[in-house]
T-cell receptor, first 118, second 110 residues
Framework: GAVVSQHPSWVICKSGTSVKIECRSL??????MFWYRQFPKQSLMLMAT?????????EQGVEKDKFLINHASLTLSTLTVTSAHPEDSSFYIC??????????????FGPGTRLTVL | AQRVTQPEKLLSVFKGAPVELKCNYS??????LFWYVQYSRQRLQLLLR??SRESIKGFTADLNKGETSFHLKKPFAQEEDSAMYYC????????????FGTGTQLKVEL
């Protein structure tokens, strides 16, 4: 159990186009999902917190108009990179939270999506 | 703001040797600390968290608030331990946003 999927696993697009990445919790409901970005050989950096039924909370320095997040259901959050540019090329990873109570809540991570913008 | 530091990018040990992956953090309150592991071509997964005080796959980690450290240890390294290890910090539990360290690549050689 506790599987999180991402689609697509990799995508190549032209500069100026928009790309949508899906994050799904397959066997549990997740009111909260997180989106992270990972540059090559670097750590994961939190981009935003996605809450079902409400607006996403973005970390400082992340452009909310460029990285649109929609958490339309308890099992799906989407990240849309609008007007993508080569500097947006990165590995995008989502996680979904299982509520086990207090400190024992746990995040389960998706496999990531490799975005390459030409 | 909170910060997690992992000073070693790469740690190479021989099979059977002890392992210690270092992690230091900075946060004025009482954070929760985690170790995540990423095996080759696999997704990130939780290894252990400080509140559980358990040993997973032979690994243990003790939170030292005085030294603000959460080092990961294993007495005898196994080949299958080779992976990328990330130390992470959360305020308010594992369901809250995580601040990750830069990671340490552990390589266990035969």
């Amino acid at each position: 159990g506790a599987v999180v999927s991402q689609h697509p696993s990799w995508v190549i697009c032209k500069s100026g186009t928009s790309v949508k990445i899906e994050c799904r919790s397959l066997d549990f409901q997740a009111t909260t999902m997180f989106w992270y970005r990972q540059f090559p050989k670097q750590s994961l950096m939190l981009m935003a917190t996605s809450n079902e039924g409400s607006k996403a909370t973005y970390e400082q320095g992340v452009e909310k108009d460029k990285f649109l997040i929609n958490h339309a259901s308890l099992t799906l959050s989407t990240l849309t990179v609008t007007s993508a540019h080569p500097e947006d090329s990165s590995f995008y990873i989502c996680s979904a939270v299982i509520l086990a109570g207090g400190s024992y809540n746990e995040q389960f991570f998706g496999p990531g999506t490799r975005l390459t913008v030409l | 703001a909170q910060r997690v530091t992992q000073p070693e990018k790469l740690l190479s040990v021989f099979k059977g040797a002890p392992v210690e992956l270092k992690c230091n953090y900075s946060y004025s309150g009482s954070p929760e600390l985690f170790w995540y592991v990423q095996y080759s071509r696999q997704r990130l997964q939780l290894l252990l968290r400080h509140i559980s005080r358990e040993s997973i796959k032979g690994f243990t980690a003790d939170l030292n608030k005085g030294e603000t450290s959460f080092h990961l240890k294993k007495p005898f390294a196994q080949e299958e331990d080779s992976a990328m290890y990330y130390c992470a910090l959360s305020i308010g539990g594992g369901g809250n946003k995580l601040t990750f360290g830069t990671g340490t690549q552990l390589k266990v050689e035969l």
